[in-house]
């Protein structure tokens, strides 16, 4: 007849995190999100994903690569994919959420007119694409109101560099019926000072948009939490 296990030997054979989702729900539920570190925050996402296991030094793994929370809510598949223990289904569960931040900052940014609304706009940007690792190019096309008709990644480049064609930003500016644009690009250094090429592009852009009537209102450059209008610098 075997002998009945002791409550220590039970204790022994469970996992060193068994009740610590549990505990960390309560934590959640009773003291408020702001209660929760950073990493408390990723590891409860990364439990829908995982539904065994433990999910912090995934979590505190990926905080570290990408520097913050906001960073991993920023990173694209290819980086996440380099996190140890991140696999695609956790993956899949991040860009998720970062899908639903991006459709609710955009919500307040479509609510009124995008000049009246300027924090609402970086706040988008940074969303969007502020903690990208490679520079990323899009346009923000404006109606006569200076209303959000729509935002589209025309180009997508190296880590320092995004080709943009002149020619194609006022093709398609005139495919929409845009009035203005906004032009927005990322730094990754997270250094948003405009670079020379930077100038040079956005002038080249202005001078083709100028026969058709169009106006270019600004170009921002986001990165790592922190923008620069090139209106606001005196550069366009």
């Given at each position: 007849?075997?002998?009945?296990?002791?409550?220590?030997?039970?204790?022994a054979d469970?996992?060193?995190?068994?009740?610590h989702?549990d505990r960390?729900?309560a934590?959640?539920?009773?003291a408020?999100?702001?209660?929760?570190a950073d990493?408390?925050?990723l590891e409860f996402?990364?439990?829908s994903?995982?539904?065994?296991?433990d999910?912090?030094p995934?979590a505190?793994?990926?905080i570290?690569?990408?520097g913050?929370?906001?960073?991993?809510?920023?990173?694209?598949?290819?980086a996440l994919?380099?996190v140890?223990?991140?696999?695609?289904?956790s993956?899949?569960?991040i860009?998720?959420?970062r899908?639903?931040?991006l459709?609710l900052?955009?919500?307040r940014?479509?609510?009124?007119p995008?000049?009246?609304s300027w924090q609402a706009?970086?706040d988008?940007?940074n969303?969007?694409?502020?903690?990208?690792?490679v520079?990323?190019f899009?346009l923000?096309?404006?109606d006569r109101?200076?209303?959000l008709?729509?935002?589209?990644r025309?180009?997508?480049?190296?880590?320092?560099?995004?080709p943009?064609?002149?020619?194609e930003?006022?093709k398609?500016?005139l495919?929409l019926g845009a009035?203005?644009?906004?032009l927005?690009?990322?730094?990754?250094?997270g250094d948003?000072?405009?670079?020379?090429?930077?100038?040079?592009m956005t002038?080249?852009?202005?001078?083709?948009?100028?026969?058709?009537?169009?106006?270019?209102h600004?170009?921002?450059?986001v990165?790592r939490?922190r923008?620069?209008?090139?209106?606001?610098?005196?550069?366009?």
């Amino acid at each position: 007849m075997a002998k009945p296990r002791s409550d220590k030997k039970e204790a022994a054979d469970k996992p060193h995190f068994h009740g610590h989702r549990d505990r960390l729900r309560a934590k959640l539920l009773t003291a408020g999100p702001e209660a929760l570190a950073d990493y408390e925050v990723l590891e409860f996402l990364l439990f829908s994903a995982q539904p065994r296991g433990d999910m912090k030094p995934v979590a505190k793994a990926a905080i570290a690569r990408f520097g913050s929370l906001a960073g991993v809510l920023g990173a694209d598949k290819e980086a996440l994919a380099t996190v140890p223990g991140m696999g695609e289904v956790s993956a899949a569960a991040i860009l998720a959420v970062r899908a639903a931040s991006l459709h609710l900052v955009r919500a307040r940014v479509t609510e009124r007119p995008v000049l009246a609304s300027w924090q609402a706009l970086i706040d988008y940007c940074n969303a969007a694409q502020g903690f990208s690792e490679v520079e990323e190019f899009r346009l923000l096309f404006l109606d006569r109101k200076n209303a959000l008709i729509a935002d589209e990644r025309q180009q997508r480049g190296t880590v320092d560099h995004t080709p943009v064609y002149p020619r194609e930003v006022v093709k398609r500016a005139l495919d929409l019926g845009a009035s203005a644009l906004i032009l927005l690009h990322n730094h990754p250094s997270g250094d948003t000072t405009p670079s020379r090429a930077d100038i040079d592009m956005t002038l080249a852009i202005m001078q083709a948009l100028k026969p058709v009537g169009i106006a270019l209102h600004d170009h921002v450059i986001v990165g790592r939490g922190r923008h620069a209008s090139m209106k606001n610098l005196g550069l366009i």
